[in-house]
């Protein structure tokens, strides 16, 4: 079965330093990788996500991943951070079932705090 | 404008009664799916709907019921036999086209459940 793991629960920046928030899987073939960010009390907003092709995917709000396949990493990076980062990220895998949709596994989560 | 909703935001119940949650999407998606989230657990998959009138049980479904009778709705029953049905329940859809790059799961904006 697959896995996600998000080694950091809680991290603190400081505005304007770059962030850097840790995802590794497991599972057996090439996955399909997103990440997500919720605001409290809110639902999940895709950040970016990778399916095939380039391994550094840009996303919304001025986020970047790089999948590692060899690291069987998913790393989320941002140059500088804004206090409104403040939120909760979570890292997923997709896997198919037959009839084409996929189920999403989640990680735990990273809570991100955002010093001004 | 499109996108996901549920309803209500905040439920509370007493312990032993049955509630329904709410769940509409008007993108047109084939896909449905229930998710739980509770503090430092990330989300774990409940129930999801490829087609109309056909649903599979995700990893924590006891306790549990769904049912899609429309493409736009997939309402779940939080039963009597939850042994722990306070959470925050979020419902998510997607387009069911294996491998699309369009291919992504959107979230509504949750609903709180407390059971006093």
């Known amino acids: 079965a697959q896995s996600v793991t998000q080694p950091d629960i809680h991290i603190t920046v400081s505005e304007g330093a770059s962030l850097e928030l840790r995802c590794n899987y497991s599972?057996?073939?090439?996955?399909?990788l997103f990440w997500y960010v919720q605001s409290p009390g809110q639902g999940l907003q895709l950040l970016l996500k990778y399916f095939s092709g380039d391994t550094l995917v840009q996303g919304i709000k001025g986020f970047e991943a790089e999948f590692k396949r060899s690291q069987s990493s998913f790393n989320l990076r941002k140059p500088s951070v804004h206090w409104s980062d403040a939120a909760e990220y979570f890292c997923a895998v997709g896997l198919y079932s037959g009839a084409g949709s996929y189920q999403l596994t989640f990680g735990k989560g990273t809570k991100l705090s955002v010093i001004p | 404008d499109g996108g996901i909703t549920q309803s209500p935001k905040y439920l509370f119940r007493k312990e032993g009664q049955n509630v329904t949650l709410s769940c509409e999407q008007n993108?047109?998606?084939?896909?449905m799916y229930w998710y739980r989230q509770d503090p430092g657990q990330g989300l774990r998959l409940i129930y999801y709907?490829?087609?109309?009138?056909?649903?599979q049980k995700g990893d924590i479904a006891e306790g549990y019921s769904v049912s899609r009778e429309k493409k736009e709705s997939f309402p779940l029953t939080v039963t009597s036999a939850q042994k722990n049905p306070t959470a925050f329940y979020l419902c998510?859809?997607?387009?069911?086209?294996?491998?699309?790059?369009?291919?992504?799961?959107?979230f509504g904006p949750g609903t709180r459940l407390t059971v006093l």
């Open positions: 993108l047109n998606h084939d896909a």
């Open positions: 599972y057996g073939a090439t996955p399909y």
């Open positions: 709907s490829q087609i109309v009138n056909d649903f």
């Open positions: 998510a859809s997607s387009i069911a086209s294996r491998g699309s790059t369009t291919d992504t799961q959107y």
